[in-house]
């Protein structure tokens, strides 16, 4: 956040004369300000500078944890009652009380539906998060048709569902494993106001991603034969403009499929991101930067820490 001085001038801005001078505005406005300090510590309020913040600060263990500090509730949406995707099920904080949350549609692979992704749901829900795990209208669907069903998807949960007065439609996402990681760029490549992008051992036959404005974590697997990083996760990552908040997570141990059951390296950098850039909470920037390091589950971490907060 841009921290203010007092009088009303920017930290960065060098002091004039001018700058110096105090106004009656600036007086005023020093006179509200420590006015509302001095309320603040009275009542010992902590109120958060993030209006999106959602949940307690977290800790290694909260990220790594099966489930986040929401209890959850899931409705299930027949493909029959929409249209541009093929239905699915929405996962979402049960409690009310803590006002909106962000939301994410998550979409699978070739020839998979939505249980292949469906550990995802109640993983994110639980951390705050509204979580739409979809069918594509065929399980045939290339990864560009994953990217439509993708954003069809967000508009019917922000407009349509029953939970859309639970969503900030102004903060969604999108993940997807393979062909539905190759759609996750696809529909940030088409919205550009999505907030944060995760392909899970994507795939697609487009490798170059200059379009996205989208802050986006690659997740590629080392032992991956049908994506492998080397043609799939490395140049997506690699031709992501640099200007971007960007990561590379490279799974050590794992395969094309490694994204189909619970995984707690994915969670938690999954979580971490989301939140970062979903929430801007930068509670989770301690959990990306200094970059991870190489690990026993990561074989390689690559990003670029300059951009947060
Ligand atoms: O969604 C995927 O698993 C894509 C990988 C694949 O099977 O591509 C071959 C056409
Ligand atoms: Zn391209």
Request: proline share 6%; net charge positive; hydrophobic share 35%.
């Amino acid at each position: 956040m841009q921290h203010l001085l007092l009088d009303g001038t920017s930290p960065r801005r060098p002091r004039t004369p001018r700058s110096r001078t105090r106004t009656a505005k600036g007086v005023f406005a020093a006179a509200l300000a420590t006015a509302s300090l001095v309320a603040a510590s009275v009542t010992g309020a902590h109120a958060a500078d993030n209006p999106y913040e959602r949940g307690p600060a977290p800790t290694q263990s909260s990220i790594e944890a099966s489930r986040g500090s929401y209890a959850t509730s899931q409705t299930s949406v027949s493909s029959l009652s929409v249209t541009g995707f093929g239905g699915g099920t929405i996962y979402y904080p049960t409690s009310t009380a803590d006002g909106t949350f962000g939301a994410v549609a998550i979409s699978p692979g070739f020839t998979a539906t939505q249980s292949s992704i469906a550990w995802l749901g109640p993983r994110l829900a639980s951390q705050g998060f509204v979580v739409f795990t979809i069918d594509t209208n065929t399980t045939a669907d290339q990864p560009a048709s994953r990217g439509r069903q993708l954003l069809a998807a967000l508009d019917y949960l922000t407009t349509r569902s029953t939970v859309r007065g639970r969503i900030d439609s102004t903060r969604l996402g999108v993940m997807g494993h393979s062909m539905g990681g190759g759609g996750s760029l696809e529909a940030a490549k088409s919205r550009t106001s999505l907030k944060a992008a995760i392909p899970l051992t994507g795939w697609n036959t487009d490798k170059t991603w200059p379009e996205l404005r989208t802050p986006t974590l690659v997740v590629g697997a080392d032992g991956d034969t049908v994506a492998p990083v080397a043609t799939h996760s490395e140049p997506f990552y690699n031709t992501l403009p640099g200007s971007l908040d960007k990561a590379y997570l490279e799974l050590r141990g794992a395969s094309h499929f490694t994204p189909n059951t619970s995984n707690t390296t994915i969670a938690k950098y999954s979580v971490s991101w989301l939140k970062r850039f979903i929430d801007d909470d930068t509670r989770y920037e301690q959990f990306l930067c200094p970059l991870p390091q190489a690990s026993l589950t990561i074989a390689e971490y690559r990003g670029n820490c300059p951009h947060t907060s």
